[in-house]
């Protein structure tokens, strides 16, 4: 019999943007402890990203007002970015599209990879799929998200995907708008709408992340509802959108596209 000796294949380098905030430092922790994994660099706030430690995928887990550049540096070096800050509207991913056309090949070899996460947690992606398949068969939809009262912006990136998905699902199956007869409302106590669907966000100590999906007919409602109790959620994401997106070309937004989720 013959023995063959698999070869490892050589190690993915992983630099880390925000390394110090709440979602960077478990990042960094997650990298460290992943096999095939190494970290080369963990940048905070006022850092020289400069060459990214020699980086092959950089995870850019800051805030909206400092993504876009972040990322813009990373994709200029043909570096990989999964990105989990908040903040990315079409406007914003437009740019980036043109960023991504125009840049150089990845240090990996093929074309740059982006990944915009606006969840990495797998129940919640789950959560947002279930939410726009069930919206069309409901008259009224609400979407409440609850988070930890240090978050900077609102609404969550979470609801504002669920609410996009939940509102092109319905338009695609012909839904009338969701019902509401408020025409007084000085307070905003209505929320915001996003894509016509109606978005409350509370801020509460001892929260962590969570959205609650309301789905309601004549006589029956359907609850969605997904925690995520500590920022470990997130990491098995995390760590499995850093080995794939090298294999992604191009700008792709949501972690199910990766898992076969979408
Ligand atoms: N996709 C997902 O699953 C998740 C996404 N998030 C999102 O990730 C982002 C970060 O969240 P969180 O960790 O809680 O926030 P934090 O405020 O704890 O961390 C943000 C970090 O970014 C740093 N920072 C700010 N500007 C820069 C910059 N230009 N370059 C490098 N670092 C910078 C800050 O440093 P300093 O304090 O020195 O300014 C801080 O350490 C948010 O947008 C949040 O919504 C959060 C959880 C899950
Ligand atoms: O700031 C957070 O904490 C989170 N941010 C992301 C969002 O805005 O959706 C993901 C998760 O909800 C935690």
Not at 61 to 73: E, I
Not at 138 to 152: A, N, Q, R, T, Y
Request: aromatic share 4%.
């Amino acid at each position: 019999m013959t023995e063959t000796t698999a070869r490892p294949a050589r190690e993915l380098k992983v630099a880390v943007i925000g390394a110090h905030g709440r979602m960077g430092s478990e990042a960094v922790r997650a990298v460290e402890a992943a096999h095939g994994l190494s970290l080369v660099a963990a940048h905070g706030s006022g850092d020289d990203l400069g060459d990214l430690g020699g980086a092959d995928v950089a995870v850019e887990l800051t805030v909206p007002a400092a993504s876009p550049g972040n990322v813009a540096h990373c994709v200029a070096r043909g570096v990989h970015v999964v990105v989990g800050t908040t903040g990315w509207d079409e406007a914003r991913l437009e740019t980036l599209r043109a960023q991504v056309a125009d840049a150089p090949a990845a240090v990996t070899g093929g074309a740059v990879g982006v990944l915009i996460a606006p969840n990495f947690a797998v129940g919640a992606l789950l959560m947002m799929s279930f939410a726009a398949k069930a919206a069309p068969f409901f008259e009224s939809v609400e979407v409440i998200e609850l988070h930890h009262p240090g978050k900077v912006d609102a609404p969550s990136g979470t609801a504002a995907r669920t609410a996009a998905m939940i509102g092109r699902a319905r338009d695609e199956a012909g839904c009338d708008a969701v019902p509401d007869a408020t025409t007084h409302d000085p307070d905003g106590a209505r929320g915001a709408r996003v894509d016509g669907i109606p978005v409350h966000s509370v801020r509460l100590r001892g929260l962590t992340a969570h959205q609650e999906v309301l789905l309601g007919n004549a006589g029956e409602m359907l609850t969605l509802r997904h925690d995520s109790f500590d920022r470990g959620s997130f990491m098995p994401g995390v760590l499995a959108a850093v080995r794939a997106v090298a294999d992604h070309p191009g700008v792709t937004v949501g972690l199910e596209h990766y898992l076969g989720l979408a």
